[in-house]
């Protein structure tokens, strides 16, 4: 099993819409967790933490399952701008304490 | 402004040669790291440094070396003994191992 997967997608959805991205990972002493988005031929770019009680910045909502194994991405209200690639980041706990692994990442394409 | 720069943009290389990417950075981060990225492919770790002068072997090492002389300073060589050299490298660093990492723009390696 991979230590971070994803769903590659492409996820294609009309501007408005609401979209939504799971990740799992493999390591159940994980400490923190994060979503990058990462824009074609571009550096990753931090788009927000994810805290055990869940957070949301504007439009975007995260949410920590630590039972299951899982974080999401929620996206309300897409914007044509928010086509990017959306990369799931965990760093693992225990023995690889501070060792960020990175998803393979979730296409997103929002079209007119 | 605070940030990170890496230098050249696109590298292109002859087989057999060694080649250097630098990566400076003003945040004041102690630690900072070197990223590889295949297309289609999350980012896996080369080689990572926590302070001055100190540095760790990642997931991918071999083909590459690195020094941390300076606090600001983190360049990665690539070596002639690297298989497969042509890739997205990316700097990056953070406030510590368990922080999130801020993305350098990258250098685009092409080795013919």
Redesign the interface.
């Known amino acids: 099993r991979k230590e971070v997967e994803q769903d590659p997608g492409p996820f294609n959805v009309p501007e408005g819409a609401t979209v939504a991205f799971n990740c799992t990972y493999s390591n159940s002493a994980s400490q923190s967790f994060f979503w990058y988005r990462q824009d074609c031929r571009k550096e990753p770019k931090l788009l927000m933490s994810v805290y055990s009680s869940g957070n949301e910045d504007g439009r975007f909502t995260a949410q920590l399952n630590r039972a299951s194994q899982y974080i999401s991405l929620l996206i309300r209200d897409s914007k044509l701008s928010d086509s990017a690639t959306y990369l799931c980041v965990v760093n693992a706990g225990g023995t690889s304490y501070g060792k960020l692994t990175f998803g393979q990442g979730t296409i997103l394409t929002v079209h007119p | 402004d605070g940030g990170i720069t890496q230098s050249p943009k696109y590298l292109f290389r002859k087989e057999g040669q060694n080649v250097t990417l630098s990566c400076e950075q003003n945040l004041n981060h102690d630690a900072m790291y070197w990223?590889r990225q295949d297309p289609?492919?999350?980012?896996r770790?080369i080689y990572y440094s926590q302070i001055v002068n100190d540095f760790q072997k990642g997931d991918i090492a071999e083909g590459y070396s690195v020094s941390r002389e300076k606090k600001e300073s983190f360049p990665l060589t690539v070596t002639s003994a690297q298989k497969n050299p042509t890739a997205?490298y990316?700097c990056a660093s953070s406030m510590?191992?368990?922080y999130?990492?801020?993305?350098?723009?990258?250098t685009?390696l092409t080795v013919t």
């Open positions: 990223y289609g492919q999350g980012l770790l997205f990316l510590g191992l368990y999130e990492r801020y993305f350098g723009p990258g685009r």
